[in-house]
């Protein structure tokens, strides 16, 4: 005797050695001798050989139409038995039932299972929208294969031209458009980007960089929302502040719109006082009101060649920037200084009100201040005695500081950087070149430090939470608890420099305003909120640094390709990663690892991707090493 039976949902055949009332011993058609337990046996029989049974009843099954079937069923529960005795018209074969068996378990659609060989068959409407779905994913799955074909034959289907680069960004895998995609980029052996570029769905590189970056951080678009406050409205926080008599001025590049800083010299008696002037927009954006909301979710403004995307609308930057002929709110950090020993004797902070005299941009004057000049005093720029006094003054803090650190500063560093003229991925490059040591620099650079310094140790010392910036052992951190920075050779470093353009100088500045004014700080020492402002903001921060790095490098390339570049010097930073010199970019190079630190190296670029911004070189010759120039860029930011 044979069975037919059931193992692990496949139907099987075997023949029977030896049964109890509960399993039998069954040689299968496999040759191996299994035990089947009585309740699985679906069919007994003596005809055909159990080895032929499936194979035929599987070829009569074929040529049964499901629909038919459904219609002779029964409409309540039936055995398959049943319907293959009242289906064949006669007591019907082994063959035949199986035949029957077989084509019940190919559509659940038609014929839902019930039990071991029991069914009931579906009711008419749902049957009906069952096949309505069949259908449909039929036409889709005939639409997806379409559009691979079309893309893969070069041309561009309505769909994936439609949707561009949210396929990428945003992308709907369950989509007809999404799953052609890949069904297409499999077959070109391309990757789903570089195929959608070749076929024009994404304009080109730049697009991708720029819209893959925004859709990340800015998912709801860059533009602000309708309704903000005026800010005119909010001049009433800062009326009755007194009125400094210091004359103003800045320090920025032409290109500077968030003028946060701004600077005074005021000669005394026996001391002279220097004054570092931040704009105050804490004054007017109290926490958790609408504006500091948004605010709070940018973190941050963007920069980037060509661009930017700030952290607060136009109309407030500019009324709190500190802009040449205007009185704005600053809060002010003055220093008495000894005016031979460069020496601090006392200091004090104070929300006033200040007129800025003039904004000194440094690509129109730069040239013209030298270390010479603001020594002998022998300059003839606007504000020259103002500007050797804060040089002296800025050379004292920075020995100071290498004191502390227990080395010198990198001299003579370049900067570089990038300007375009154009339209967007058609612009021309230019690249710009200025010495990152320069004197206009350094005192931007050492009052910046002091004055995050000195506010960050002072709202410590008066018991009042912060959001403080730390570097231990080359790792750089955020936290609402103060620790050294060991980087910058000081004790204490909280930014509160940039509060038109980073939310934590924002947020800082506010609990200085307090301090100051008396008043009840926006946070207390504890609050969560803050953990959550510190983790917010680094993961912003962070992905706004990869965004601007990765606009770099693809200008520079560009660059590159424009001025038909094909030999550059570069300079070994670590492992394999080299920086070119002339450009803000760093670059991999494979073997580069093999060089020590500072190496520096004669590429030959025999090509260049724009997709994934690398390039492809081979190394020429090997030059003297230079260890400055591999550490130019290893230096933290200060304002």
């Not at 920069?303 to 009324?319: E, F, H, R, S």
């Not at 510190?534 to 912003?540: I, K, L, P, Q, T």
Request: net charge negative; charged share 25%.
């Amino acid at each position: 005797m044979h069975v037919l039976y059931e193992d692990d949902g496949d139907l099987k055949s075997g023949t029977v050695r030896s049964a109890t009332e509960s399993s039998l011993q069954v040689d299968s058609t496999s040759g191996k001798r299994v035990k089947v337990k009585s309740s699985s046996v679906l069919l007994r029989f003596e005809q055909p050989e159990a080895e032929a049974l499936l194979p035929q009843a599987r070829a009569q099954a074929d040529a049964m139409e499901i629909d038919f079937l459904w219609q002779c069923a029964p409409q309540e529960e039936f055995g398959f038995e049943q319907l293959a005795a009242e289906y064949c018209g006669h007591a019907p074969s082994a063959i035949e039932s199986t035949a029957i068996l077989v084509r019940l378990l190919s559509s659940p659609i038609h014929f839902q299972r019930k039990g071991r060989g029991r069914f009931r068959p579906a009711a008419p409407e749902t049957l009906q929208a069952a096949l309505a779905g069949v259908e449909r994913r039929r036409k889709q799955e005939e639409r997806r294969d379409q559009i691979a074909q079309e893309l893969v034959a070069g041309q561009l289907p309505q769909e994936i031209r439609d949707a561009g680069i949210q396929l990428l960004i945003k992308p709907d895998r369950a989509s007809i458009a999404y799953k052609g995609l890949e069904q297409a980029a499999h077959a070109a052996q391309l990757s789903p980007l570089r195929l959608l570029l070749a076929r024009g769905a994404i304009r080109s590189p730049y697009r991708w960089h720029l819209e893959s970056f925004l859709a990340r951080a800015f998912p709801e678009g860059t533009r602000f929302p309708e309704g903000i406050a005026d800010p005119k409205q909010a001049q009433g926080a800062w009326r009755d502040w007194p009125q400094s008599p210091a004359q103003a001025f800045s320090i920025d590049d032409s290109a500077t719109t968030e003028i946060d800083d701004a600077f005074s010299v005021t000669p005394g008696r026996d001391l002279v006082t220097i004054g570092i002037h931040i704009a105050a927009p804490a004054c007017a954006i109290a926490r958790d009101e609408a504006l500091d909301r948004i605010a709070r979710e940018r973190m941050s403004t963007v920069y980037a060649p060509g661009m930017k995307v700030t952290m607060l609308p136009d109309a407030w930057i500019d009324a709190f920037s500190l802009v040449e002929g205007r009185t704005v709110p600053v809060v002010s950090l003055y220093f008495d200084v000894d005016p031979a020993s460069q020496e601090i004797r006392s200091s004090r902070s104070v929300c006033e009100r200040i007129r800025v005299a003039a904004n000194l941009r440094y690509d129109l004057i730069d040239r013209e201040i030298t270390a010479e000049g603001l020594e002998t005093g022998t300059l003839t720029v606007p504000f020259a005695g103002e500007l050797s006094q804060l040089w002296r003054f800025a050379n004292a803090l920075r020995a100071a500081r290498e004191q502390a650190r227990g080395r010198s500063e990198p001299k003579g560093r370049e900067e570089y950087s990038l300007v375009l003229e154009g339209e967007e991925e058609e612009a021309r490059v230019t690249v710009q070149t200025r010495r990152r040591d320069a004197p206009l620099d350094r005192i931007v650079a050492e009052l910046m430090i002091r004055a995050n310094a000195h506010w960050g140790a002072w709202l410590e010392q008066i018991g009042l939470t912060g959001v403080y910036r730390s570097q231990t052992q080359g790792r750089v951190r955020m936290a609402t608890v103060a620790a050294p920075h060991e980087g910058l050779g000081v004790s204490h470093y909280a930014w509160c420099t940039s509060p038109l353009r980073r939310y934590v100088d924002l947020l800082n500045q506010r609990q200085i305003l307090a301090a100051i004014r008396g008043g009840a700080p926006a946070h207390q020492r504890g609050d969560a909120d803050l953990f959550a402002i510190v983790s917010g903001f680094d993961s912003a921060y962070t992905l706004y640094a990869e965004f601007q790095e990765t606009m770099e490098r693809y200008w520079s390339l560009r660059w590159l390709i424009q001025e038909g570049v094909r030999r550059i010097e570069a300079v070994v930073l670590r492992g394999e990663v080299v920086r070119l010199q002339g450009l803000p970019m760093v670059t991999r190079l494979p073997g580069a690892g093999n060089w020590a630190r500072g190496q520096r190296l004669e590429l030959e670029l025999n090509g260049i991707d724009l997709v994934d911004l690398s390039t492809n070189a081979r190394v020429l010759r090997e030059w003297a090493p230079d260890l400055a120039a591999a550490e130019a860029g290893d230096v933290e930011p200060v304002s």
